[in-house]
């Protein structure tokens, strides 16, 4: 533990001592420093393409996914929807069975009293 820290406070000590230095001040020809501002101008122009081409990119992956989870949601609506149904109908098929049960039931009693 105590080489982690010491290793910490080395690095501190050594990130200090590069702030604290200072470069020195280059001169510049007029002629240089238009081709700099062209140059800066067309890193500039081709950051902001790329920038936007990753934006582009970034909507087509979002809408992608909003359709992704749109086609989720219907998906389980139906089966949802479906399910209900298949409830629905057991039901109504139990129902049926126990008023036939009943009736035969009901037949027999009536049988068996002639």
Avoid: C, R, W
């Avoid at 200072?22 to 800066?40: I, R, Y």
Wanted: hydrophobic share 45%; glycine share 0%.
């Amino acid at each position: 533990m105590s080489k982690i820290v010491a290793t910490l406070i080395a690095g501190l000590f050594a990130t200090s001592v590069y702030a604290q230095t200072t470069t020195p001040a280059t001169t510049t020809t007029p002629a240089a420093s238009k081709a700099d501002v062209k140059a800066d101008k067309k890193a500039a122009k081709a950051e902001a393409k790329e920038e936007k081409a990753d934006v582009k990119a970034d909507a087509k992956l979002e809408k992608k996914a909003a359709e992704a989870n749109a086609d989720v949601a219907v998906a389980k609506a139906d089966a949802a929807k479906t399910k209900a149904k298949a409830h629905k109908k057991a039901a109504k098929a139990k129902a049926e069975a126990a008023a036939d049960k009943a009736e035969a039931h009901a037949d027999q009693k009536a049988a068996a009293a002639k």
